[in-house]
């Protein structure tokens, strides 16, 4: 069977179907008797606000390289009572941002876009580049909010450069979702808060924010809908009761197909449909009868109030967000069956996700834990439940009673909702081998690490799946300088982190990937070298 045929069959049966229904379904089967090669995907999951809970113990683990004991807030991955991924994840100490604090420009979306973006020179407090729309007073604000990116994130930068990451190709590139309707709030040009990927500009200029999609209704109908798979939802119900085979369903016409094929092609035809049929049938017996196919919810996909944005105060946050206290959850729990689908389907193998950016005025007391499902769930490691009316942003910053208990408690929230996705994950077998998450490269992150002092040392970072990159799961590694360990707490005073950055863990990355020629990521000052132990 000659990839030459192969190809041949894949363009006859989804030709003018690249984004149809029948053609997603069909996409991993595809894509794997083309290549023989499981999918490779990353897949970036951002949590706003930093923690408290960086010096207290309750985040970074205790124990050496390999072997440690989690924290309380890493039980949520470790534990088994949502999952148990400590063979399969890495977490740093000493990792620092690629920003100076002395830097102008609103913490937050600082923080963010020296997470993402390539780290831009420090040349003094303007380093950061302005938003071609920033009137005058904006960009003379200290606490800027039209700071904005030099370049593309680095998730855009990856699918550039990574013929993996952009598959046979996918029909959707890469996919931005967001858990908040404050993160998509376009009204003003705070994007350097609310975005974590950005586009390189075709003509040179100025890196193009790519916004994230917080309603699940509007993914569902930009990903899965009608009239991208060229069905109708009668079409679509119909396929799914008669549980019909999906090579079935396109090879309807195939007696018209032949038509237009030389007849000394007809025989090798036949033996690659019977070949890729033979592998759904094999897709569906290890995956217990997993079929590829949009997700469905009860009531349909969720579609959140619109925000009711009043005038920021204070540090940003906004005083009315209508019910995104209420609906964040319900979000979160259709984006995640969204990203499972799309990789599963091998309709993207690039995700960027946020459950709400930094200046967030979300509230959990009276908000997001009282839903059903996690009212009386969650509490301190002492058992006190959250008793903080404020929102995260506020409590972040140590307001109200008991402030450092309830970031623990909304860094426990964050923990286990990630931790669900990355065991379904890790569960479901996937197309060439392994699970979609021994396929997935997964960073979980926030954009600063103390989130009171707004830090840019001893980053909250996760890494897991990588399996193709022979990433070393289990590790614990504790970098940086010992010596000057004591000068940058997470609540400390400084303009510059030690070494080593994100930007020389990105590095690391492109270079397990196969880029061995990337040395830096950004301006060399903020570039120490690929960071050891982390890839086999």
Request: with cysteine; glycine share 12%.
């Amino acid at each position: 069977m000659s990839n030459q045929h192969l190809r041949f069959l894949r363009r006859t049966l989804l030709g003018g179907m690249a984004g149809a229904a029948a053609g997603a379904l069909l996409r991993p089967l595809l894509a794997h008797a083309d290549t023989g090669a499981a999918p490779q995907r990353l897949l970036l999951i951002h949590r706003p606000c930093g923690s408290s809970s960086l010096s207290n113990g309750r985040w970074f683990p205790t124990g050496g390289t390999t072997g440690w004991t989690s924290s309380p807030l890493l039980s949520s991955f470790t534990d088994g009572k949502i999952a148990s991924l400590q063979d399969q994840m890495v977490v740093f100490k000493g990792l620092s941002n690629a920003r100076n604090q002395n830097w102008l420009g609103d913490a937050h979306g600082s923080g963010l876009l020296g997470m993402m973006t390539p780290p831009n020179r420090d040349s003094g407090p303007s380093s950061w580049p302005q938003s071609s729309a920033a009137t005058p007073s904006s960009r003379a604000d200290p606490n800027s909010k039209t700071i904005t990116a030099g370049d593309q994130s680095i998730d855009q930068f990856l699918l550039s450069q990574i013929p993996a990451l952009r598959g046979p190709p996918c029909p959707v590139p890469s996919v931005q979702l967001a858990a908040s309707t404050e993160s998509a709030d376009q009204t003003a040009d705070w994007h350097a808060l609310r975005c974590l990927s950005y586009a390189r500009a075709a003509n040179g200029g100025q890196a193009r924010p790519l916004w994230p999609e917080p309603s699940p209704a509007a993914a569902m109908k930009n990903y899965f809908g009608a009239a991208m798979m060229n069905l109708t939802p009668a079409q679509l119900a119909r396929l799914t009761a008669q549980n019909k085979s999906v090579l079935d369903f396109v090879l309807g016409g195939l007696s018209a197909m032949k038509a237009q094929v030389p007849k000394s092609v007809l025989p090798k035809l036949q033996t690659n449909a019977d070949a890729i049929r033979q592998l759904e049938m094999n897709l569906a017996a290890q995956a217990g009868g997993m079929t590829c196919a949009a997700p469905t919810f009860p009531g349909g996909p969720f579609t959140p109030s619109p925000p009711m944005f009043s005038a920021p105060s204070g540090q940003g946050g906004y005083t009315n967000v209508g019910k995104l206290d209420e609906e964040t959850y319900p979000m979160w729990k259709q984006h995640k069956e969204i990203i499972k689908t799309m990789f599963m389907c091998d309709l993207t193998r690039v995700v960027t996700f946020s459950f709400a950016y930094g200046n967030s005025g979300i509230h959990f007391q009276n908000g997001v834990l009282k839903d059903p499902e996690l009212a009386g769930k969650y509490s301190t490691p002492n058992g006190t439940p959250i008793s903080n009316p404020n929102n995260h942003h506020d409590i972040s910053h140590g307001v109200g009673a008991g402030a450092g208990d309830a970031q623990y408690i909304i860094d426990k929230y964050y923990c286990d909702m990630t931790a669900g996705l990355l065991a379904e994950m890790g569960s479901t077998p996937d197309i060439g081998g392994g699970s979609l998450l021994d396929n997935t490269l997964t960073i979980f992150f926030s954009e600063v690490s103390d989130g009171n002092a707004h830090g840019a040392v001893d980053m909250p970072i996760l890494m897991f799946g990588g399996k193709f990159l022979k990433m070393k799961g289990g590790s614990y590694l504790q970098l940086g300088n010992p010596a000057s360990a004591g000068q940058f707490q997470p609540n400390g005073h400084y303009s510059k982190g030690p070494a080593p950055y994100v930007s020389d863990l990105w590095v690391t990355i492109a270079q397990a990937w196969g880029l061995k020629s990337m040395t830096t990521y950004g301006d060399p000052g903020w570039n120490t070298g690929p960071i050891g132990g982390l890839f086999g």
